[in-house]
């Protein structure tokens, strides 16, 4: 694992997507293994991975996915027992990816007047007042394309 860590970025993500099933056995791993720190470590490297995978190559837009998977990822410690099932079928990585590209598509890049629109939907999602946004967003119920759950809104 240490020297996976050391070794070029490229590389490591070279040498995981050559090896195909790497990430469902680390996925069970992190989460089955009896051993905590072998948990720990299994959780850090498929969240490497996974960061890697997903990246765009501009450090802004990489940087937004990131914080949205993050608040994303929360949802499952915060929903009731009988949520559990449902929130562990949706990937907060897919759904990171899913906003922040309706969101570059709609407000374009993050910089100057798009800044604050950008860092107020990141506040709102990662906000621990917000629970039921975060849940919602992951699981669909409101689109994270379009920021919206489909009812009319009249405004007031």
């Given at each position: 694992?240490?020297?996976?860590?050391?070794?070029?970025?490229?590389?490591?993500?070279?040498?995981?997507?050559?090896?195909?099933?790497?990430?469902?056995?680390?996925?069970?791993?992190?989460?089955?293994?009896?051993?905590?720190k072998?948990?720990?470590?299994?959780?850090?490297?498929?969240?490497?991975?996974?960061?890697?995978?997903?990246a765009?190559?501009?450090?802004?837009r990489?940087?937004?996915?990131?914080?949205?998977?993050?608040?994303?990822?929360?949802?499952?410690?915060?929903?009731?027992?009988?949520?559990?099932?449902?929130?562990a079928?949706?990937?907060?990585?897919?759904?990171?990816?899913?906003?922040?590209?309706?969101?570059?598509?709609?407000?374009?890049?993050?910089?100057?007047?798009?800044?604050?629109?950008?860092?107020?939907?990141?506040?709102?999602?990662?906000?621990?007042?917000?629970?039921?946004?975060?849940?919602?967003?992951?699981?669909?119920?409101?689109?994270?394309?379009?920021?919206?759950?489909?009812?009319?809104?009249?405004?007031?």
């Amino acid at each position: 694992m240490n020297r996976l860590k050391e070794a070029p970025e490229s590389l490591a993500l070279d040498a995981f997507l050559t090896t195909s099933s790497l990430g469902g056995r680390l996925a069970r791993v992190r989460t089955e293994h009896p051993n905590p720190k072998i948990r720990s470590e299994a959780n850090d490297l498929l969240y490497t991975w996974m960061r890697y995978l997903y990246a765009t190559g501009d450090s802004k837009r990489d940087k937004v996915r990131e914080i949205l998977q993050k608040s994303l990822s929360k949802v499952a410690d915060e929903v009731r027992v009988e949520m559990k099932k449902r929130v562990a079928d949706c990937d907060p990585w897919d759904v990171a990816v899913s906003v922040e590209s309706a969101m570059f598509e709609r407000f374009g890049c993050f910089e100057g007047k798009q800044k604050p629109k950008y860092r107020s939907i990141l506040f709102n999602i990662g906000d621990s007042n917000n629970p039921d946004l975060r849940r919602k967003v992951l699981t669909g119920e409101i689109s994270g394309e379009t920021g919206d759950d489909g009812e009319r809104r009249d405004g007031k």
